[in-house]
């Protein structure tokens, strides 16, 4: 009788504790969204990320997909560090948000970033972009597999531009990784219009560029070898793949969307189905569509298996960093202050 009835007050005293957890959650983060959802962008205004998320804000206004307004903040520098890290510490009410691609992956992995994918809520995946490997038109290379072939046989000769760190940087390192004793030099030169710029230049020998920056460079001096998809890329069906050239490297670019961690999982639910909406109107299919971009949406169980794979793939990457300088300061340095005791002792001999 007595352990009855200790039961049933047990039971009800979990049922109050529940109940008094909902209704501080309730009270807590209220009506959702009771406010602006914020998304942040971690490059400039203008880029290429920023455009991405701007098709969404203009396809969920358009069609009244959300009560409240998507307002975009852009917090630029430090390859995408800075903007991830103002996400990552921001409230997990659901009213901030990260737009981020395979950057969350390559900064933690190149250790640029000491947070990554594990350190977020993961949203949503929408779009996928291809990368294209390009050489300048009078380049002497007419094939991947030819220019793969002389990377092997002289090592770090080939000069890749690149942002060392960021997606494209990656995409080299599997490329390298795809013919066994293929090794590039890799030199910094920035976004998509500077990688133009120095392999028409001559500075380098050879850059990638997303199937949508190709297609807007194409005509500028430059072709290309190959593609770096599973597939060829339906936007350049001639265009041979890696793998069709005997080079074993495959890449792309996925557009990711992440919350805070501990973001109520209602809340990520809700921000989910706004993008599945969203993707579904004409503005997004058009936009896509100019941009070059497989209309991919990935949420739940498929977006956690794409997450594992990127995350597992980096880990067959190794990262040659250049060896460090002496400290030069400190030589020069030491060498004035000889040079001053060689004067001193001079000028007080006389």
Not at 30 to 55: C, L, N, Q
Not at 161 to 182: C, M
Not at 270 to 287: C, D, F, P, R, W
Request: glycine letters at 8%; aromatic letters at 10%.
């Amino acid at each position: 009788m007595y352990f009855s009835r200790f039961k049933r007050i047990l039971f009800v005293s979990l049922a109050k504790l529940i109940l008094i957890h909902f209704i501080f959650l309730s009270f807590l983060y209220g009506e959702y969204p009771s406010k602006p959802i914020t998304v942040i962008v971690p490059f400039a205004a203008g880029g290429g990320s920023d455009v991405f998320v701007r098709i969404f804000q203009n396809a969920i206004r358009k069609n009244n997909l959300c009560p409240q307004p998507i307002v975009i903040k852009n917090i630029a520098g430090a390859g995408g560090t800075i903007g991830s890290r103002a996400a990552l510490s921001s409230s997990p009410d659901g009213h901030t948000i990260l737009c981020l691609h395979d950057g969350i992956y390559t900064a933690e992995h190149y250790g640029n970033a000491d947070w990554g994918p594990d350190d977020f809520e993961p949203i949503a995946a929408t779009g996928r972009s291809g990368m294209v490997v390009s050489v300048a038109e009078n380049s002497p290379y007419t094939s991947l597999n030819e220019l793969m072939e002389d990377a092997r046989d002289r090592p770090y000769q080939l000069v890749y531009g690149t942002n060392l760190g960021a997606p494209n940087h990656y995409s080299a390192l599997f490329l390298q990784n795809g013919k066994s004793g293929a090794k590039f030099r890799f030199t910094q030169t920035g976004g998509g219009a500077k990688r133009l710029a120095q392999l028409k230049g001559g500075h380098i020998d050879l850059t990638g560029f997303s199937v949508a920056e190709y297609q807007q460079f194409k005509d500028a001096g430059i072709i290309a070898l190959a593609s770096l998809g599973e597939k060829r890329e339906s936007s350049f069906p001639n265009l041979t793949t890696a793998l069709e050239q005997d080079v074993q490297a495959t890449n792309d670019l996925m557009q990711f969307w992440w919350a805070p961690k501990n973001t109520p999982l209602e809340r990520i639910a809700y921000l989910q189905n706004l993008l599945g909406e969203a993707m579904v109107t004409k503005e997004i299919k058009e936009s896509f569509q100019n941009l070059h971009m497989d209309p991919v949406i990935q949420v739940g169980q498929d977006l956690l298996k794409t997450i594992a794979g990127r995350s597992q793939k980096l880990q067959g990457i190794t990262i040659e960093k250049p060896t460090a300088l002496p400290p030069l300061e400190w030589i020069i340095l030491v060498i004035t202050g000889i040079c001053f005791l060689f004067v001193f002792r001079e000028t007080k001999s006389i």
